[in-house]
C-alpha cells in the first residue's frame, strides 16, 4: 500500500526526533544537576517528546490506530508551538536591540540572530507540516466518508 502524506510527514519527524535525542538526553542530565522547577519543564518536555517520537514510528510504519491521527498531529503542533514561542521572543529582543543596525560593530549579534532565525523557522516549519498533515487525515477521512455513502446508494 503506499505511503500517505501523513505517514511521509511522520517518518521525517521521526528522523529529526532521533537526531534531537542527542541533545535531548544532554539536556536532561544537566537538568538534573540543577534542581528546581526547571528540571521538571525539562522532564516533561522531553517524556511528551518520547511519546510524539513513539507516535510518529507507528503512524509511520502504519501501525498507528487511525483514531489518534488526529491527537497525534495536534499535540505535535502545539507542542512545537510552545517551544516557538520563547524563540520568537528572544528574535523579537534581538531585533529591538538594534542588532541590524550594529551588525558590522558586533559581529556575534547577528550570527546569533541568524542562528535564532534558523530556531524558530524550523518550529514553524514543524508546526506548519503538523497541521497540514492533521488537515490532510481530515479531509482523507471526508473523502472516505463521501465514496462509502454513494457506493450505499447505489
Known amino acids: ?13 521521526e528522523i529529526a526526533d532521533y537526531i534531537l535525542l542527542i541533545p535531548a538526553i544532554l539536556g536532561a542530565i544537566l537538568a538534573t544537576l540543577i534542581p528546581s522547577i526547571f528540571t521538571v ?10 511519546v510524539l517520537l513513539v507516535g510518529y514510528f507507528k503512524h509511520s510504519r502504519g501501525r498507528l490506530d487511525e483514531s489518534y491521527f488526529s491527537t497525534l498531529w495536534i499535540a505535535t503542533a502545539v507542542y512545537n ?33 541568524l542562528f535564532t532565525l534558523s530556531v524558530v523557522s524550523g518550529y514553524f516549519a514543524a508546526v506548519s507540516f503538523s497541521l497540514k498533515a492533521y ?3 481530515k479531509r482523507k477521512k471526508y473523502i472516505d466518508h463521501q465514496i462509502s455513502m454513494k457506493s450505499m446508494t447505489t
Request: hydrophobic content about 45%; overall charge negative; charged content about 10%.
Open 135 to 137: 488537515f490532510f487525515e
Open 1 to 13: 500500500m503506499e505511503r500517505t502524506y501523513s505517514q511521509n510527514v511522520a517518518r521525517v519527524f
Open 81 to 113: 508551538g510552545i517551544l516557538l514561542l520563547p524563540c520568537l521572543y528572544y528574535a523579537s529582543t534581538l531585533l529591538q536591540s538594534g542588532i541590524l543596525e550594529n551588525e558590522y560593530s558586533s559581529g556575534g549579534s547577528a550570527i546569533s540572530f
Open 41 to 50: 519543564l525539562v522532564y516533561g518536555f522531553f517524556a511528551a517528546g518520547v
